[in-house]
């Protein structure tokens, strides 16, 4: 289903999709502290070695098996513009039983709120919004935050089901995006089982990931992300890996991943004098930390689909080439951190860097 863009909107619609962007930047202003800032701090206070992310781990289609950091912590996240429909409960699994509640989340071992529970923590705009979100994303599988569709007139966003799994097959994802991409027209194995076994491995290249190193977690985000084209409004997906060490989103805006890295200071330098600002404005304003080469920052990478990872523009079925690659590296920034909030992300080339 095609996403409508705000200029399709009504008025209502527009407000709604206002509000949505703005909590969509606040959650993520979260889970990059609770994915990247936090498990860095915890290394430099325990005096242990952050497993920062490589240059090579950014590149799609790399296949690499990757030891899991024990500091991260991994989750998944889906944020709905709108309210997924009962229909969806076949492929993602929300219903009363995991609804949240007090008589749910009291079954969650060693669950701490540091006040009592009320019905209206969930809703988006309570200051304890987060202490419960914190409390619940160690809990596996997914939390589904959404509009809640009991208060009609007024565009609420809570946090309404947590341990939601995706139970919507891969072939099937596979296939939903290779009709998309015409690739196919009725099925995934009407040109044999090898093609259809190459459009599986190629949905995960479409995603960011390789088909052979790509754990649970990261499977069901991309499988639930397909899936999700296909509801009403807008949806995001986070995913955060122990394996990967990336907090990585899925959205109408395409790929993109945060990763905490080393930036040579050399390499540094050339940006600050390129950017106009000073060595410690750089300090102060984008580094987590520093060693005697190193600035470690967190960059933000956004992919772009290819011309064979896109639907053809005349609609026509086309043959497979799988040497194509379907994703490539669009922009890469180097983020500032929270508290400076008048700094703007710094433009770099670093993933293919010599």
């Known amino acids: ?18 509000i949505y962007v703005f909590l969509r930047d606040e959650l993520e202003l979260k889970l990059k502290s609770v994915a990247l800032e936090e498990p860095y701090r915890k290394c430099q206070e325990q005096k242990i070695p952050y497993p920062y992310v490589d240059s090579s781990e950014l590149r799609p289609k790399k296949k690499e098996f990757l030891k899991e950091s024990s500091v991260a912590r991994p ?14 409960q076949k492929y993602i699994r929300f219903s009363d039983s995991n609804r949240v509640r007090k008589d749910t989340i009291s079954l969650v071992p060693d669950l701490k709120l540091h006040r009592p529970f009320s ?8 200051d304890a919004f987060f202490e419960l979100f914190d409390q619940l994303i160690d809990v596996d599988y997914c939390l589904l935050i959404q509009r809640d569709n009991r208060f009609k ?13 995706i139970d919507w097959p891969i072939s099937e994802a596979a296939e939903s995006l290779a009709k998309e991409l015409r690739y196919i027209s009725k099925n995934l194995y009407e040109k044999g089982d090898r093609y259809a076994e190459i459009l599986q491995q190629k949905l995960f290249e479409y995603f960011g990931w390789h088909h052979q190193a790509t754990g649970g977690r990261r499977s069901a985000a991309l499988s639930a992300f397909q899936y999700l084209k296909g509801i009403t409004g807008l949806a995001t997906v986070y995913v955060s890996s122990a394996e990967a060490k990336t907090l ?13 890295i080393q930036f040579d200071k050399a390499l540094a330098k050339q940006l600050i004098e390129s950017n106009n600002i000073t060595e410690e404005c750089f300090r102060q304003g984008y580094a ?20 064979w990872g896109t639907p ?17 590296v669009d922009m890469e920034m180097i983020l500032p951190m929270p508290h400076a909030v008048s700094f703007r992300p710094l433009p770099v080339k670093w993933v293919y860097r010599t």
């Not at 019905?119 to 309570?126: A, K, L, N, V, Y």
């Not at 007139?153 to 799994?165: A, E």
């Not at 053809?312 to 490539?328: E, T």
């Open 248 to 260: 990585t989103r899925y959205s109408e805006k395409g790929v993109g991943r945060y990763a905490v």
């Open 75 to 88: 989750f998944f996240i889906i944020f709905c513009e709108d309210t997924i429909e009962d229909l969806h």
């Open 1 to 18: 289903m095609e996403k409508k863009s705000r200029f399709e909107l009504g008025h209502t619609e527009k407000i709604r999709r206002s």
């Open 153 to 165: 007139k007024h565009n609420r966003y809570s946090l309404t089901h947590f341990h939601v799994k």
């Open 288 to 307: 987590l930390g520093e060693s005697e080469q190193f600035f470690d920052v967190i960059l933000f990478v956004t992919y772009k689909h290819t011309e």
């Open 312 to 328: 053809p523009a005349d609609g026509k079925l086309r043959i497979l080439k799988p040497d194509f690659s379907w994703l490539a």
């Open 119 to 126: 019905s209206t923590i969930r809703f988006f705009e309570r």
